[in-house]
């Protein structure tokens, strides 16, 4: 019987997490109280625990003031596009070598966080989209994520302004992907990235994609027919096709156009046929189930995104740069689990390692943090009260 060698354990996880922010955030020390190392342990704790910074500092007795803590943040990071561009640096710090020896299809998303209040100095701070959680007001953060077995990396994250050029975000995501030496064997988009702006940029960049469509144009009852991209949503045999999408300017885009049919056979309570349509360039795909199974490879993204869920700081404040890092602590807490699954957990066997993301669930490690925190800064496991309890 093989025994384990090696343990890993909490101070492990937090000491290599740690190393990472400090090496590439830059954090320093602001007063005896606010050291980096505090700053960083209470950050851990909030997101472990999926609360507010002044929540976190209220919970351990040695933890400094939230006051304290908060001035110590402002005063030790830098700008919003520096502090993205750490961010970054952080995010890809632990990168295995083979991500960058060839190249890999790459998933690009828009993760918006509902927001209801006002900008803090700029209006083009809060983002706006369709209405969702009661809001149609959002930070909205661009991210890069790279699609192989066992390697879940997020390899690039980008905070988006209101009226920012999507093509612009797009280009910017595969400019900081690159630094880091990963490089887009495809890119797998959503149907929010449809348009003409974007498109083009595609097609000039030379970048194959392959993106949902969204269903747009008159409708089947409409008595000149449907139109637009509902025409092959409206299909009821899978096949090919191609669409030229016009923008206001009279900018235009030709694409190619798949449409793959299946039935719903009762799936979320419905029946019938159901048409799937994607656009694809610099594409030559197989079949229609090659293009349907490679699309659903980008729904890994959105397990990301609930991950994030898990692990990002619940605030108030209406400073973008603290949102920002606060985004940037889960998904850099996220590229960890990631990458003790693959270099400390996984298993040697013929034909690729063998990874069981049962050992250490993600909320698992973030219990570890919690923990750890504890431990080193006492919880406080009372509440002030204005009445004694009654003998």
């Known amino acids: 019987m093989h025994t384990r060698q090696y343990t890993l354990t909490p101070q492990d996880v937090q000491a290599?997490?740690?190393?990472?922010?400090?090496?590439?955030?830059?954090?320093?020390?602001?007063?005896?109280?606010?050291?980096?190392?505090?700053?960083?342990?209470?950050?851990?704790?909030?997101?472990a625990r999926i609360t507010s910074l002044a929540a976190a500092c209220t919970a351990l007795v040695r933890a400094p003031g939230y006051q304290a803590l908060h001035d110590a943040l402002l005063a030790t990071l830098p700008a919003v596009h520096e502090l993205q561009r750490r961010l970054n640096r952080a995010l890809q710090g632990d990168l295995p070598p083979a991500l960058r020896r060839r190249r890999q299809p790459i998933a690009i998303d828009l993760h918006l966080v509902p927001y209801h209040g006002a900008p803090l100095q700029e209006e083009d701070e809060v983002y706006r989209s369709q209405?969702?959680?009661?809001?149609?007001?959002?930070?909205?953060?661009?991210?890069?994520y790279v699609i192989r077995k066992g390697r879940r990396y997020t390899v690039a994250l980008a905070y988006v302004r209101k009226g920012q050029p999507l093509a612009e975000v797009v280009q910017e995501l595969l400019?900081?992907?690159?630094?880091?030496?990963?490089?887009?064997?495809?890119?797998?988009l959503d149907r929010g990235f449809w348009s003409v702006a974007v498109l083009r940029y595609l097609q000039r960049a030379r970048h194959a994609f392959l993106m949902a469509v969204p269903c747009k144009g008159?409708?089947?009852?409409?008595?000149?027919?449907?139109?637009?991209?509902?025409?092959?949503?409206?299909?009821?045999?899978?096949?090919?096709?191609?669409?030229?999408?016009?923008?206001?300017?009279?900018?235009?885009?030709?694409?190619?156009?798949?449409v793959k049919c299946r039935n719903r056979r009762g799936e979320r309570g419905k029946h019938g046929r159901e048409a799937l349509v994607y656009a694809y360039g610099g594409l030559t795909p197989s079949s229609y189930q090659w293009v349907k199974e490679t699309y659903r490879s980008r729904f890994a993204i959105e397990s990301t995104y609930r991950q994030l869920g898990q692990a990002r700081i619940r605030t108030s404040t209406r400073d973008p740069l603290l949102r920002l890092l606060y985004v940037g602590v889960a998904l850099i807490l996220r590229n960890v689990w990631v990458?003790?699954?693959?270099?400390?957990?996984?298993?040697p066997r013929r034909g690729g390692r063998r990874i069981d993301l049962n050992q250490l669930p993600f909320r698992a490690m973030l219990c570890w943090l919690q923990n750890l925190a504890e431990a080193l800064l006492v919880p406080w496991d009372g509440i002030y009260a204005q009445h004694p309890m009654p003998i």
């Open 16 to 47: 290599h997490a740690c190393r990472l922010c400090l090496r590439w955030l830059r954090l320093r020390d602001h007063g005896p109280k606010c050291t980096a190392l505090t700053v960083l342990t209470v950050l851990f704790y909030a997101a």
């Open 131 to 144: 209405a969702k959680s009661g809001t149609s007001h959002f930070h909205a953060y661009a991210t890069t």
């Open 175 to 188: 400019r900081q992907a690159a630094k880091a030496g990963v490089r887009p064997r495809y890119l797998l």
């Open 218 to 258: 008159r409708k089947a009852d409409h008595p000149d027919g449907p139109g637009g991209t509902r025409v092959f949503h409206l299909r009821r045999r899978s096949g090919w096709g191609q669409y030229t999408l016009t923008a206001a300017g009279k900018q235009r885009a030709t694409v190619a156009i798949c």
């Open 339 to 347: 990458w003790l699954h693959w270099e400390v957990l996984s298993q």
